[in-house]
Nanobody, 121 residues
């Protein structure tokens, strides 16, 4: 069973940057991604990446600002978030899927505990 532990997050002013990391154990057969949930909204796909770095996909809402990377040797994925906007405020979850390509939150079967990102004006 895959287990995921997120780190990073916090509070930042609009235009700032943050980095989220996710350490995985028992990850064989899974691809990892990041999803987020803003207050009062459902979970939203942000990005996914394969352990070799391929495939990878970034949601249009964050494309050009967020970058996802994977470190196969360290069993870790990272989400670099730049030029953060107020609407990026959310709880960010690292999640695992057995799918080779999906943006549907329902296809992610294992989730970390989540880490809060707050972007202020």
């Amino acid at each position: 069973q895959v287990q995921l532990v997120e780190s990073g997050g916090g509070a930042v002013k609009a235009g700032g940057s943050l980095r989220l990391s996710c350490a995985a154990s028992g990850r064989s057969g899974y691809m990892l991604g990041w999803l987020r949930q803003a207050p009062g909204k459902g979970r939203e796909f942000v990005a996914f990446i394969g352990w070799s770095g391929f495939p990878s996909h970034i949601a249009d809402s964050v494309k050009g600002r967020f970058t996802i990377s994977a470190d196969n040797a360290k069993n870790t994925i990272t989400l670099e978030m730049n030029n953060l906007k107020l609407e990026d405020t959310a709880v960010y979850y690292c999640a695992a899927t057995r799918s080779s390509w999906t943006t549907r939150p329902a296809d992610f079967s294992a989730w970390g505990q989540g880490t809060q990102v707050i972007v202020s004006a």
